[in-house]
């Protein structure tokens, strides 16, 4: 049973433009959610987290849009960048657990 | 970067032998998870530790056991290794949920 989805295995986007990587959860006990990016042959590394308070967190080119009634939150990357090329990984957790549910990854890959 | 590292960062084994995979961190982190990544599944919970000694499954926890017996080291082992325990294995700390670093992985190969 996937808790956490996303449905894009991969995305490609020219440089410059928005990169909109989408994901859904199924349990609605969850109330804290996150992005991870990974390069290849490296750990993920957090970049974003928004509370189930809010709709939107915005850090820099990264936003983070949630949709409660939904399910869904996505991760909105502007311009896109080169270096943005890699595999994002959305997760999800219920207030006091301090476990994260992972949701299969998305690879993104920006063309020049 | 949070000072975690892993070792061996590589390793062949053979199918029935047991194996041991090392997190080390230097951050006196008091929460430690070891993952393993497979395509499809992205990153999937094995075992957990909120402290010395304090440990719990995650979701793919047959097979593996772990043990803390300090702060710093947290041990998963495959007592005996099986083909479909070949994957990349990730260590995490953290002190809160949305803080969770990850070590640089452990490819395992079982053949």
């Known amino acids: 049973d996937q808790q956490v989805k996303q449905n894009s295995p991969s995305l490609s986007v020219q440089e410059g433009r928005i990169s909109i990587l989408n994901c859904d959860y199924t349990?609605?006990?969850?109330?804290?959610f996150l992005w991870y990016k990974k390069y290849p042959a490296e750990g993920p590394t957090f970049l974003i987290s928004?509370?189930?308070?809010?709709d939107k967190n915005e850090d820099g080119r990264f936003t983070v849009f949630l949709n409660k009634s939904a399910k869904h939150l996505s991760l909105h990357i502007v311009p896109s960048q080169p270096g943005d090329s890699a595999v994002y990984f959305c997760a999800a957790s219920v207030e006091g657990a301090q476990k994260l549910v992972f949701g299969q990854g998305t690879r993104l890959t920006i063309n020049p | 970067d949070a000072g975690i590292t892993q070792s061996p960062r590589h390793k062949v084994t053979e199918t029935g032998t047991p194996v041991t995979l090392r997190c080390h961190q230097t951050e006196n982190h008091r929460y430690m998870y070891w993952y393993r990544q497979d395509p499809g599944h992205g990153l999937r919970l094995i075992h957990y530790?909120?402290?010395?000694?304090?440990?719990d499954k995650g979701e793919v926890s047959d097979g593996y056991s772990v043990s803390r017996s300090k702060t710093e080291d947290f041990l998963l082992t495959l007592e005996s290794a099986t083909s479909s325990q070949t994957s990349v294995y990730f260590c995490?700390?953290?002190?809160?949920?949305?803080?969770?670093?990850f070590g640089p992985g452990t490819r395992l190969t079982v053949t």
């Open positions: 349990n609605s006990m969850f109330d804290y």
């Open positions: 995490a700390i953290s002190e809160s949920i949305d803080e969770q670093y």
């Open positions: 928004i509370s189930s308070i809010k």
């Open positions: 530790s909120y402290g010395v000694k304090d440990t």
